[in-house]
């Protein structure tokens, strides 16, 4: 008789769980029409899938920045599968504007977001990017009414300001030359303070020591609280709740910006209500301008869609949010790609020019932003190239023949809750859409309408802060080139391309982008 010894049941184990995985594995690859496309051993799309580099055995959230040119070609295919041989969901990943746009169509209800992918965007509930189908349009109906003409006169106004307290607050008023080591750290406190300002109505100075509510009560700065809850995003989705009991400084801070940060909220609320109620004409802050208070007097005049105080919070944590990382970033890749590209700089700058003069003026006027069409081509080209929402995730809401490419006829069915991705950064790197697409080319984006404007999606789900986002930044990038010629730092021996390949190199946190970008400035 045989003896069943510990390493025979291994063994025994082993080979169960082997035919489990290669049953679950045929499985999935019919679950996605057995469509070619990357294996792995994780799915990227999973919480440990995401938190591993990419190499060759795990995609991780960056393989669809690092394998940009070489897995849709390899498949012939714009759209295509990863199916994870040990662990994570099998997914659709697409880079065809025609599956983007079936995908992203709101009318029809064939997709829809599910709670696993959006998970890390709501810390604090349910928000407008988070819901789907008559929810969603209860969120939007509340939050259009604060996007408004006036709200980007206001933010075009703060972002002038800003930049003033910058020029002083950094000592460069007197500089002729300025070292910037990265530009993103100046970009993140510029759209951090803007958004801080322009949504919530809270003014936090350039210079932090000047803050007179600099230290919350729960003993964190806001602005380090705000970094600390994006940073901790994806993290956060891992470690188990009882972990930031520990004495460990990391995991208490993250600990301490929560509570700062869902108390700052909460306050908000409250003060905003109470302001509310008592506004007069004669009352300053009853002339708030800013889109919280917008937004608040939307829900308050309405009586069935009505957002609770959660869906407030949650609402106002994601602009906060979504409305900082975003642009930041991509205000730093078109910053690196102006002062690699010295003569679309120059474009830009005559550009500006060219209205100071037409408006014999020293400053650029808000009515004059639509002729500033070459600088926000530059942050739209910027934006192409490192979209800061890398991918889409959708998921199936019944059978759907989705388009697989613009070819007539080319489709697959899928089955009801099957994954599928947006692949932001493939889509712009499509040479069918944009030729020659490691260029950076910012006449591409003239002439196209806004509703195109594809990285802040497309149909009526696209971004709400897009006119926001173009705001601030074209503001930005004119005082910047106004003040200064932009040149890029390279190391000896080094070529322009070579510095492109070693510094404009695309990473994945919460949101996509360039990582730390130096730049040197010299006076004009
Ligand atoms: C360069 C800057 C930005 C980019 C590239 C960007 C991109 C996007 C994209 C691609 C989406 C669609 C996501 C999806 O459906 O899965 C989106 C949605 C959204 N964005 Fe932005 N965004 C930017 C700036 C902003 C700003 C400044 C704000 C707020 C002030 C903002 C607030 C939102 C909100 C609330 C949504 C959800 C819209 C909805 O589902 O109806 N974004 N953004």
Not at 116 to 122: A, E, M
Not at 207 to 218: C, G, H, I, L, V
Not at 408 to 415: C, F, N, Y
Request: glycine residues 6%; hydrophobic residues 40%.
């Amino acid at each position: 008789m045989t003896s069943w010894t510990p390493p025979s049941y291994l063994a025994a184990l082993f080979i169960v769980f082997v035919v489990h995985r290669i049953l679950v594995f045929r499985r999935n690859a019919r679950k996605l029409a057995h469509l070619p496309g990357l294996r792995s051993l994780f799915s990227p799309a999973s919480p440990f899938g995401a938190l591993i580099p990419t190499s060759f055995w795990n995609p991780g959230l960056n393989w669809l920045w690092l394998w940009r040119n070489q897995v849709y070609p390899k498949y012939n295919l714009d759209t295509i599968s990863n199916i994870p041989y040990l662990a994570g969901i099998p997914a659709i990943y697409t880079r065809s504007m025609e599956s983007a746009r079936q995908i992203l169509a709101v009318k029809g209800g064939q997709f829809f977001k599910n709670d696993d992918t959006t998970l890390v965007l709501r810390p604090y509930g349910h928000n407008l990017v988070t819901v789907n189908g008559s929810e969603w349009s209860r969120h939007r109906r509340i939050m259009n009414p604060a996007f408004t003409p006036e709200t980007y006169a206001f933010v075009w106004e703060e972002a002038a300001n800003l930049y003033a307290e910058l020029m002083k607050a950094e000592g460069w008023v007197d500089q002729e030359e300025v070292f910037v080591p990265v530009v993103e750290e100046i970009t993140t406190k510029f759209a951090l303070l803007l958004i801080s300002r322009c949504a919530f109505g809270h003014s936090i100075p350039w210079n932090a020591e000047e803050d007179p509510n600099k230290s919350t009560e729960a003993g964190m700065p806001f602005a380090e609280a705000i970094s600390i809850v994006s940073r901790s995003a994806i993290p956060r989705l891992v470690i188990p709740g009882w972990m930031y009991m520990l004495p460990i400084k990391s995991l208490r801070d993250i600990q301490t910006a929560h509570t700062t940060l869902e108390s700052f909220l909460r306050d908000l609320i409250r003060s905003r209500r109470e302001e509310l109620s008592l506004s007069q004409p004669d009352n300053t802050k009853g002339d708030r301008k800013d889109v919280f208070r917008l937004l608040l007097q939307a829900n308050e005049g309405e009586e069935t869609l009505h957002l609770s105080d959660e869906e407030l919070i949650g609402n106002t944590h994601l602009l906060m949010n979504a409305g900082h990382e975003t642009t930041a970033k991509t205000l730093q890749a078109a910053i690196g790609f102006l002062a690699l590209y010295e003569d679309i700089q120059e474009e830009a700058y005559q550009e500006i020019q060219e209205v100071l003069r037409a408006s014999d003026s020293d400053d650029i006027a808000f009515k004059d932003y639509p002729k500033l069409v070459k600088v926000q081509s530059c942050f739209l080209e910027a934006s192409r190239l490192f979209p800061a929402a890398s991918a889409m995730y959708r998921e199936t809401a019944s059978t759907v023949a989705l388009k697989t490419d613009d070819t007539p006829g080319h489709e697959v069915i899928l089955e009801v809750g099957t994954w599928v991705i947006v692949d932001s950064v493939g889509l712009h790197h499509n040479p069918k859409y944009f030729p020659d697409p490691e260029e950076f080319r910012p006449s591409r984006w003239y002439g196209v309408g806004e509703s195109d404007y594809s990285t802040f999606s497309l149909g009526p789900r696209a971004c709400i802060g897009r006119r926001f986002a173009l705001t601030e930044s074209v503001r930005f990038i004119s005082s910047l080139l106004l003040d200064w010629r932009l040149h890029i730092i390279l190391n000896e021996g080094e070529s322009r391309e070579e510095w492109r390949k070693r510094v404009m190199r695309g990473a994945q946190g919460l949101t996509f982008g360039v990582g730390g970008v130096p730049v040197r400035l010299t006076r004009r």
